[in-house]
């Protein structure tokens, strides 16, 4: 059973602050529909994970993605291509964030989550420094099986025993299909995600995630190989659904690309003092902390549906101790 660490004062601070989780409609009780759909608008049409991992797929397609027809047998040039659109995405966004949040500290602790910075000489960890242990399980384990798991999308679509589609064929649902695969993939993680803390899988395999309990940028996709093979199992669904290879590239961004932003430690991103995009999430950053609850995304209310949802008072949290109590001393 992981501790819960103490926490500073300006970690007290995000711990009551009242941010998205309490202020999204999809939590509220009746259901407010056109709010919901204008949190949705605000969410995915601004400048946000959701709009920077679909214009990186677009991007990625149209100059790095081999055409569909040279998958049809497994070869090192398409091979390679793929994991270079997997890893060039993951390398430039959570080193970049790295840099400018922890190395630079361009924004000191302003809007940071937990005020401690990230753990070093500790032997908690991989190599017994906390970055060097993210970077090691993000690259080696999590970009290598999430390039398998599309290797084998890729080649399975180009010999047709997956379901294809082209824009010019149906073009609503070409564009329905990426809101489709955020909901999609907020389900996946939300069941997954709470098998991984039946307590003899979290031992073995997700214990390695929850060593951040204070989360970097490298944090978001750190995880034992075990855990790997089944949140990449979502990509399941394209052999039942029809999909392009652009959803493709877009279902593996938002599942590993959108981590790195949500596990950044920080609630938003500040440029000469001023606020200029949102990128933490203080929703997960309470899972983090308290490990028994908001297992999901805040994408959909999963956890609020599931009884598992934290919204950051005191009363959630006697709840969330009590319930990890029980599970851990059975």
Not at 20 to 46: D, G, I, K, M, T
Not at 68 to 96: D, H, K
Not at 221 to 243: D, G, Q, R
């Amino acid at each position: 059973m992981a501790i819960e660490p103490e926490i500073g004062a300006e970690a007290e601070r995000w711990h009551h602050h009242p941010g998205p989780v309490r202020n999204n409609p999809l939590f509220s009780w009746p259901p407010q529909p056109v709010a919901v759909l204008r949190w949705y608008a605000a969410y995915w049409l601004a400048v946000s994970t959701i709009t920077i991992t679909a214009v990186f797929s677009v991007a990625i397609y149209f100059t790095l993605l081999p055409a569909l027809e040279t998958m049809q047998t497994f070869q090192a040039g398409w091979m390679v291509r793929v994991w270079l659109a997997n890893l060039l995405p993951q390398a430039i966004c959570a080193g970049g964030l790295h840099m400018w949040l922890y190395h630079w500290r361009k924004q000191g602790n302003q809007t940071k989550y937990d005020a401690r910075d990230l753990a070093r000489d500790n032997g908690t960890y991989t190599f017994g420094n906390q970055v060097w242990d993210n970077m090691f399980w993000t690259l080696v384990s999590g970009v290598t099986l999430w390039t398998v798991a599309q290797w084998a999308v890729f080649w399975m679509m180009a010999n047709g025993y997956a379901p294809a589609m082209f824009f010019p064929d149906n073009p609503v649902w070409f564009v329905l299909m990426f809101p489709f695969l955020v909901i999609w993939s907020s389900f996946h993680f939300y069941w997954v995600h709470r098998l991984l803390h039946v307590p003899a899988i979290y031992k073995h395999a997700h214990a390695l995630h929850h060593r951040n309990v204070n989360v970097g940028p490298w944090s978001g996709i750190s995880m034992h190989p075990l855990e790997h093979l089944l949140f990449y199992t979502n990509f399941a669904i394209h052999l039942i659904v029809p999909s392009h290879p652009i959803h493709i590239l877009f279902h593996g961004y938002v599942q590993s690309v959108h981590p790195v932003f949500s596990h950044s430690g920080f609630d938003q991103l500040v440029v000469r003092d001023e606020e200029k995009a949102k990128m933490g999430d203080f929703f997960h950053q309470l899972h983090h902390r308290y490990f028994e609850c908001n297992y999901g995304t805040v994408e959909m209310p999963w956890d609020k549906w599931f009884g598992s949802f934290h919204n950051g008072s005191a009363e959630a949290t006697q709840r969330t101790r009590a319930f990890k109590k029980q599970m851990y001393t059975k």
